[in-house]
């Protein structure tokens, strides 16, 4: 069955540097999200992403955070100078055209800021 | 801000007895998702309800959406061990495709 998958699992980096997680959706989607989770806290929307531009971003989603559709594959989330605080679980998710909000989740990458 | 309650936080119950978890709100959701999330892992989608007094099953789990599209439950028949996780709703506005989440209810159920 096909699913989405996340890189790396786990991303340790120091306050300030710039982090690139990386998400390949299911190959027939059009829609792609990033959403994440703060340790004990609820998931979060963060961008959704579609036809190649930003459909809908969050207060999250500031100009620290960007995300891009390199190739055909991959889904990308940025974060240029990473704070202690975007700590968490970032999840990537995809949907077809036409049933956007049933969104398919990967299993993750949890960043660690130090 | 629209918010998605999810009831209980926590429940913890014998194999073989039967549980509803509750998730309301005061917005109407165009959709309503229920996901199981397992420590570490990405929420798993369990369902999708799209009309209002929808009703799905999976097996053991009932899930049904209010008539109203607010609220929505989940019910498990005779729960077993491997039903023990975190169960989540997420919800869909009409306006755009972002979901609303729950806080979850952690689920144990012991043998």
């Known amino acids: 069955e096909p699913e989405v998958t996340q890189t790396p699992s786990h991303q340790v980096t120091q306050m300030g540097q710039e982090v690139i997680l990386r998400c390949v959706p299911i190959?027939?989607?059009?829609?792609f999200y990033w959403y994440r989770q703060i340790l004990g806290q609820k998931v979060e929307f963060l961008v959704s992403?579609?036809?190649?531009?930003?459909?809908?971003k969050s207060e999250i989603f500031d100009d620290q955070f960007s995300v891009e559709r390199p190739d055909g594959s991959n889904f990308t989330l940025k974060i240029r100078s990473t704070k202690l605080e975007d700590s968490a679980m970032y999840f990537c998710?995809?949907?077809?055209?036409?049933?956007?909000?049933?969104?398919?989740f990967g299993p993750g990458t949890r960043l660690t800021v130090l | 801000t629209q918010l998605l309650e999810q009831s209980p936080q926590f429940l913890s119950i014998q194999e073989g007895e039967n549980l509803t978890v509750y998730c309301n709100s005061s917005?109407?959701?165009?959709?309503l998702q229920w996901y199981r999330q397992e420590p570490g892992e990405g929420p798993v989608l369990l369902v999708t309800?799209?009309?209002g007094g929808e009703v799905k099953k999976l097996k053991r789990l009932t899930f049904q959406f209010g008539d109203a599209r607010k609220d929505s439950s989940l019910h498990i028949t005779a729960a077993q061990p491997g039903d023990t996780g975190l169960y989540l709703c997420?919800?869909?506005?009409?306006?755009?495709?972002?979901?609303?989440w729950g806080a979850g209810t952690k689920l144990i159920i012991k043998p």
């Open positions: 917005s109407v959701f165009s959709s």
């Open positions: 998710a995809s949907s077809v055209l036409g049933r956007a909000y049933e969104q398919f």
């Open positions: 309800v799209v009309t």
């Open positions: 992403f579609y036809n190649n531009e930003i459909s809908e």
């Open positions: 997420a919800g869909a506005l009409s306006s755009n495709y972002q979901l609303i």
């Open positions: 190959s027939n989607h059009l829609y």
